[in-house]
């Protein structure tokens, strides 16, 4: 049966990385196939962090270029872009008024983002993204959220808010499950490989970038920390560096790790990061050229965008109409 599958990604960098790719888009790219896919591109999330107007702006056009180009087809999915489609705005509020603050206050990502910053200067909406997540969520009556491990409590927090809310109000919501891949999800930075890759890393060097040129991708990746041994082989705790790459390759070429492990059996590091920058550049280079072509012709890529918004705002304002009467509010 065709599940209803929903999930976001925030237009905060300029290119997307092969954690993003490995970790999440790729199950998306997976699940359009015979489920009916909402995508969305979380505008209104963004604007937690720094504002730079032109370069959201930016942002969020090669954020749609480069989901279509990984392979989101607008035809099989929808997608959209949140700020497009007022009713997660109108969800959202009412996520608000059903959370308490002691759950909010304990979400980690607020933690850890407001943290950086300074807890002063951390703006309420980084507090309430966790709801508006929440809404982005249940106006889709999502049946699967696919994201990173990094997401499991928003998603928790969600369940949570939608069974409460039809508890006390009736059935409104479908309690949503997340969808996390469990082995080879997590991607580690080249040049730190204990932290994950980020865009937030200090360099730039440990980040394989979707929109980077092939010459700078496999220069990173020949770069990459390794240990001092010449074994290329899947040890996580002794050999983070390289079990890494053995991840990367395999996720990318489809091969086994095991299999990796005996290819390379007696050859050196230098072999084996030449045959992952193979892999990884040949792989995102006809990526890259569809979503620099797609950027060419901005007005085709927002009719696109407009497009998935119309078939969204349907499924949502069913969804906002129905929560809005269970609340009594008069319609
Ligand atoms: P972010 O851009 O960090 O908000 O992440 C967007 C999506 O990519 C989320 O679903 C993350 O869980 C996932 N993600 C980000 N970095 C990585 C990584 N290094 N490995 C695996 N997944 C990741
Ligand atoms: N918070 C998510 C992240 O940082 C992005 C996001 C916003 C999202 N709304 C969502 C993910 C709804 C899944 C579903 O990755």
């Known amino acids: 049966m065709a599940k209803r599958i929903l999930s976001g990604i925030q237009p905060t960098s300029d290119s997307f990385h092969l954690g993003n790719y490995l970790g999440a888009l790729k199950q998306w790219v997976e699940l359009q196939e015979g489920n009916d896919a909402f995508y969305c591109i979380v505008d209104l999330h963004a604007l937690t962090g720094e504002i730079d107007p032109a370069l959201l702006r930016k942002r969020i056009l090669s954020s749609a270029a480069q989901l279509i180009a990984l392979g989101i087809s607008p035809d099989k999915s929808t997608l959209f872009v949140q700020s497009h489609v007022a009713e997660h705005n109108q969800l959202g509020w009412i996520m608000e008024c059903i959370a308490g603050f002691g759950e909010a206050n304990r979400m980690t990502q607020f933690k850890d983002k407001s943290a950086k910053g ?13 709801m508006l997540q929440a809404a982005d969520i249940l106006l889709y009556q999502a049946h699967y959220v696919p994201v990173g491990e990094d997401q499991r409590q928003h998603i928790e927090l969600t369940r949570d808010l939608a069974t409460r809310f039809n508890t006390r109000f009736g059935e409104t919501f479908r309690i949503p499950e997340g969808y996390i891949l469990k082995s080879g999800a997590k991607i580690y930075d080249l040049q730190e490989p204990t932290n994950k890759m980020s865009k937030s890393s200090g360099s730039a060097a440990g980040v394989l970038e979707i929109m980077d040129t092939p010459e700078a991708n496999a220069k990173k990746i020949k770069s990459a920390t390794t240990d001092a041994g010449r074994e290329v082989k899947f040890d ?4 983070p560096g390289i079990s890494n790459l053995l991840t990367i390759h395999a996720a990318l070429s489809g091969k086994k790790i095991g299999d990796l492990e005996n290819e390379f059996a007696g050859k050196g590091y230098g072999d084996f990061k030449g045959a992952v920058a193979e892999v990884v550049v040949e792989y995102l280079r006809p990526i890259r050229a569809r979503a620099n072509e797609l950027l060419e012709d901005e007005r085709h890529l927002v009719q696109i965008l407009h497009a998935g918004a119309d078939k969204a705002r349907t499924v949502a304002s069913a969804t906002v109409a129905q929560s809005y009467k269970n609340l009594g509010l008069v319609l």
Not at 118 to 125: N, T, W
Not at 236 to 239: A, D, L, V
């Open 118 to 130: 300074g807890a002063d200067s951390a703006r309420v909406g980084l507090f309430t993204y966790p």
């Open 236 to 239: 996580e705790k002794e050999k």
